[in-house]
């Protein structure tokens, strides 16, 4: 008779027998090839410090409630997350066949019966040792559904644990523009860092509500300690309004307490939310539908407290909606005030073209993060007086993030020569790992002005094997390499990369999510004209938007210029398609910078 792992009692681990049961309609038997261990539900089971000993989590209450005295706890079996083979099905069973690799949640024993519905096909591409972390992202991405992060939102997670490293690149990719962890362990800050997070804050070490309230540039509410001790730095982050849909768990003592609320995280996701997410876990919707979003912002509003929308502010608060990860979250700028359905697109701006000659980079910033601005962006590393650290330093200290910058030189002698890839290759992979050091999303990369006597094929392939050779590192790092198409009739003559479909075809020959292009509206306008199409239908392959009035590449929102584009009209479109990335501002203001921003901005 096969055995399986038990806590008989607190402390005391055995092996009990267990009967293999015949299989019922829809069943299958599945061989355990991997078992993954769940350190803090085991470890309370095997101390004895769970709740369940007492109290049985009731779904509908979502509170605990009073076990029944006369049913025993122990022994109780272990199990989380395993990963096995198909081996044999009971009637009707249809989805799987013998030998079939699965997941889903198991007990430790060589076999199990589970429905077949409650089992995930093993995709080809995901190790093991991936699919046991499964269980843990479902619930980090359940946090993020449940604190309704949007599109243009800036998100806090507090605790970089397994399920806070989740949560926040899951944020990330549901479309918040900024992400920031909070913990007391400068390992996992540094890995939340290497994860893409923008900011990382340590509470030993500064006053993190202070901090978080300053970078979300929200001013809704002060803290009245600036102590930095660890224990403050949720106390700073209590939230101004907390939703009334999670009654309290039916516990008194402060460790039942604390014990229920660490339960209910992970107990308390409905179930088809897990199985949705399961499904839409690689990948992640960007954006609701308009009816959805609308009725959102009406919830929101009602939810608002009083003397904060008396005054016009957006409130900021911890989401504890049914006891999950603590997510503060701040709706970034402004909305579409003539579309309310629609979130607003992320926007930066491309300094170098409006920094006027000897103008400190801080007050341009400022003035930018006032407008709405989310973002700023570059181009080469050092731009005449400006040095790359003074631009990070004084895009940080504005509250801005760095979109992109070029990953590589240079524009004319670029990756379709294969004499330049070791070069290239190097520069690039500096690139990325400081791109990712510092939150930066993408690069721009340059496929390189025509070469005599390259066929066009061979300077696809040539593009194409550069960009292979570096993909794993930005892949693993979570940088995109945009290769960017730029105009060869009017700006930039002999430039190779001067059609949509020559960039995309590239990007899929190198076969990487992390191969994108950067989409110059005004540039593509002048060579192909259909941009809103063929931006919809390509929307996967982007990475990055640019900019221009066109002809001129001058302002677009100024009346007085002949523009043949509404980059207004573009933007909703862009919206409505789920776009997530960044539309870069990147023409040359004729007046005013600022007014130029300013009159830029698409609201």
């Known amino acids: 008779m096969p055995t399986r792992y038990q806590v008989s009692a607190p402390r005391t681990l055995a092996f009990g027998p267990y009967d293999e049961p015949a299989l019922g309609p829809g069943q299958v038997r599945v061989r355990t090839r991997m078992s993954g261990i769940k350190q803090g539900t085991e470890m309370a089971l095997y101390t004895g410090a769970t709740p369940f000993r007492e109290a049985e989590f009731d779904r509908e209450w979502r509170a605990f409630v009073p076990r029944d005295a006369a049913q025993p706890f122990y022994p109780v079996s272990l199990g989380s997350w395993a990963v096995g083979e198909v081996v044999e099905l009971g009637p009707g069973a249809n989805r799987f066949k013998p030998g079939d690799l699965v997941h889903g949640s198991m007990l430790h024993q060589p076999s199990n019966v589970l429905a077949e519905a409650d089992l995930f096909a093993?995709?080809?591409?995901?190790?093991?040792?991936?699919?046991?972390?499964?269980?843990?992202?479902?619930?980090?991405?359940?946090?993020?559904?449940?604190?309704?992060?949007?599109?243009?939102?800036?998100?806090a997670v507090f605790g970089c644990g397994v399920l806070g490293l989740l949560a926040a690149q899951i944020a990330r990719l549901q479309g918040a523009i900024q992400v920031i962890s909070?913990?007391?362990?400068?390992?996992?800050?540094?890995?939340?860092?290497?994860?893409?997070?923008?900011?990382?804050?340590?509470?030993?070490?500064?006053?993190?509500?202070?901090?978080?309230?300053?970078?979300?540039?929200?001013?809704?509410?002060?803290?009245?300690?600036?102590?930095?001790?660890?224990?403050?730095?949720?106390?700073?982050?209590?939230?101004?309004?907390?939703?009334?849909?999670?009654?309290?768990p039916a516990t008194t003592r402060r460790a039942d307490r604390a014990r229920a609320r660490?339960?209910?995280?992970?107990?308390?996701?409905?179930?088809?939310?897990?199985?949705?997410?399961?499904?839409?876990?690689?990948?992640?919707?960007?954006?609701?539908?308009?009816?959805?979003?609308?009725?959102?912002?009406?919830?929101?509003?009602?939810?608002?407290?009083?003397?904060?929308?008396?005054?016009?502010?957006?409130?900021?608060?911890?989401?504890?909606?049914?006891?999950?990860?603590?997510?503060?979250r701040h709706a970034a700028g402004r909305g579409h005030e003539n579309n309310p359905g629609l979130p607003m697109i992320?926007?930066?701006?491309?300094?170098?073209?409006?920094?006027?000659?000897g103008q400190p980079l801080q007050p341009l910033f400022e003035a930018a993060r006032a407008i709405g601005y989310p973002a700023v962006e570059l181009w080469q590393r050092d731009e005449n007086d400006a040095r790359f650290v003074d631009v990070v330093a004084a895009a940080r200290a504005a509250g801005l993030v760095i979109s992109s910058m070029c990953g590589h030189y240079a524009l004319k002698d670029g990756m379709n020569k294969r004499a330049n890839h070791a070069r290239i290759a190097a520069e690039l992979r500096e690139s990325i790992n400081l791109a990712a050091d510092l939150g930066i999303p993408g690069l721009i990369c340059f496929s390189g002005n025509v070469n005599p006597g390259q066929t066009d094929e061979d300077a696809r392939e040539a593009c194409a094997e550069c960009l292979r050779?570096?993909?794993?590192?930005?892949?693993?790092?979570?940088?995109?390499?945009?290769?960017?198409?730029?105009?060869?009739?009017?700006?930039?003559?002999?430039?190779?990369?001067?059609?949509?479909?020559?960039?995309?075809?590239?990007?899929?020959?190198?076969?990487?999510?992390?191969?994108?292009?950067?989409?110059?509206?005004?540039?593509?306008?002048?060579?192909?004209?259909?941009?809103?199409?063929?931006?919809?239908?390509?929307?996967?392959?982007?990475?990055?938007?640019?900019?221009?009035?066109?002809?001129?590449?001058?302002?677009?929102?100024?009346?007085?210029?002949?523009?043949?584009m509404n980059y207004r009209g573009i933007a909703r479109a862009l919206s409505a398609a789920g776009y997530t990335g960044y539309l870069g501002h990147e023409f040359a203001p004729l007046g005013d910078p600022i007014a130029a921003l300013r009159a830029a901005f698409v609201e």
Request: proline content about 8%; overall charge positive.
């Open 182 to 248: 909070v913990d007391v362990i400068e390992s996992r800050l540094a890995l939340a860092r290497g994860m893409g997070v923008d900011q990382t804050l340590n509470p030993r070490e500064c006053d993190a509500g202070l901090e978080i309230k300053r970078l979300l540039a929200a001013r809704a509410w002060t803290p009245r300690s600036s102590s930095a001790a660890p224990g403050k730095a949720l106390q700073a982050a209590r939230p101004l309004h907390q939703a009334a849909s999670s009654p309290a």
């Open 346 to 357: 992320k926007q930066s701006f491309c300094f170098p073209n409006f920094r006027q000659a």
């Open 262 to 328: 660490r339960r209910m995280a992970s107990q308390s996701a409905p179930d088809d939310q897990l199985d949705a997410g399961l499904g839409q876990f690689a990948a992640l919707p960007s954006h609701v539908d308009a009816p959805a979003r609308a009725r959102d912002r009406r919830r929101a509003a009602r939810s608002r407290p009083p003397d904060l929308a008396a005054h016009g502010h957006s409130p900021f608060w911890v989401c504890r909606r049914r006891g999950r990860l603590c997510l503060a």
């Open 122 to 155: 093993l995709a080809p591409s995901l190790p093991a040792e991936g699919a046991l972390f499964t269980d843990p992202a479902l619930f980090a991405l359940a946090a993020v559904h449940d604190a309704q992060v949007k599109v243009g939102d800036k998100v």
């Open 469 to 564: 050779g570096v993909a794993p590192l930005a892949e693993a790092r979570g940088v995109s390499l945009n290769l960017e198409l730029l105009n060869s009739k009017v700006n930039h003559p002999g430039y190779q990369a001067d059609r949509t479909a020559w960039g995309i075809d590239v990007c899929k020959r190198v076969g990487s999510p992390a191969a994108k292009v950067l989409y110059d509206i005004y540039h593509m306008q002048i060579m192909e004209g259909d941009v809103i199409r063929t931006m919809r239908e390509n929307l996967a392959w982007i990475g990055h938007l640019h900019t221009a009035g066109n002809p001129g590449r001058r302002d677009f929102a100024d009346p007085d210029l002949p523009q043949e």
